[in-house]
């Protein structure tokens, strides 16, 4: 579906205003995070008790079989919310620009075929970091089974051990790779949706860097709120070049528990 000049103008919101645009975000991601939170902590509560059970009943645990085990549900899991997180922000800004038209007409200037590909290629580049994660959840049983035989214990001792100091440990990891992966996943695809946006109408659109500003939020954030640049251009934070945030080229230090947020806008609702 290609759109003609006169309809351009539906692009334009008029006055932004940063922290109504933050907030709307902010919800629809924690909306995300939490369902995406309840998956994974059923998917680990249920990992620990199965391999705490052939530990007990059997004195089996090998951490390689584990990790690979874990990460063939891991995965699909993830691919699953990544796009769920995709179609919830293009939705959201199909809403945004085009209000008098069916979202299934308009979605994406008619290219949704396109999300897909986009989602793959996103979730391909986040594999090797994912990958670690079932590892180190594996490795920490190993650790405490390990722990558990030096101390002379028995298998249930042991098991229970495990179950004692991993469970809470595996909700708060799950807690943190909901939130981040959600941010991460939220702030790649609103990009991707604002750069065929302008690839499609030639409107020149402009990104500004949004801090959620509260006694949690990093300096560097902080400092970074208020950056407008263009679509082609990158942030500075903290030193550090970022297209988006989340962008995992700022580091674990910018990137894990980050709540930050970038508005888009044609250049002249951006500076008016």
């Not at 922290?19 to 995300?32: A, D, P, V, Y």
């Not at 699909?76 to 809403?95: G, Q, S, T, W």
């Not at 990158?234 to 989340?246: E, L, S």
């Amino acid at each position: 579906m290609q759109l003609n000049r006169k309809e351009f103008n539906s692009f334009r919101q008029g006055r932004i205003s940063a922290i109504r645009e933050s907030r709307k975000q902010l919800i629809l991601r924690n909306n995300l995070e939490k369902r995406f939170y309840r998956t994974l902590s059923t998917l680990f509560r249920k990992f620990v008790n199965t391999q705490l059970y052939l530990y007990k009943e059997f004195g089996l645990y090998e951490s390689s079989i584990a990790s690979q085990r874990l990460n063939e549900e891991f995965m699909p899991l993830i691919m699953a919310h990544y796009k769920r997180v995709f179609k919830a922000m293009y939705k959201n800004n199909e809403d945004n620009y085009m209000m008098d038209r069916k979202a299934e007409e308009a979605f994406v200037f008619g290219r949704n075929k396109d999300i897909e590909t986009i989602i793959e290629q996103y979730f391909f580049s986040r594999q090797l970091v994912l990958a670690g994660i079932t590892a180190r959840m594996s490795n920490r049983i190993s650790v405490l089974i390990e722990q558990g035989r030096a101390d002379n214990l028995t298998l249930p001792q042991i098991a229970k051990l495990v179950s004692d100091n991993f469970l809470g440990m595996s909700r708060s990891r799950a807690a943190l790779i909901a939130r981040t992966e959600t941010h991460n996943a939220a702030s790649f695809a609103n990009d991707s949706y604002h750069l065929m946006l302008q690839e499609d109408t030639g409107i020149k659109m402009l990104k500004r860097w949004v801090a959620t500003i509260d006694d949690r939020t990093r300096p560097t954030h902080s400092e970074a709120s208020g950056q407008i640049v263009d679509m082609s251009e990158d942030f500075m934070v903290g030193g550090v070049p970022m297209k988006y945030a989340g962008d995992s080229r700022g580091g674990a230090k910018n990137v894990i528990n980050c709540r930050c947020i970038i508005v888009y806008a044609d250049e002249r609702d951006m500076r008016s």
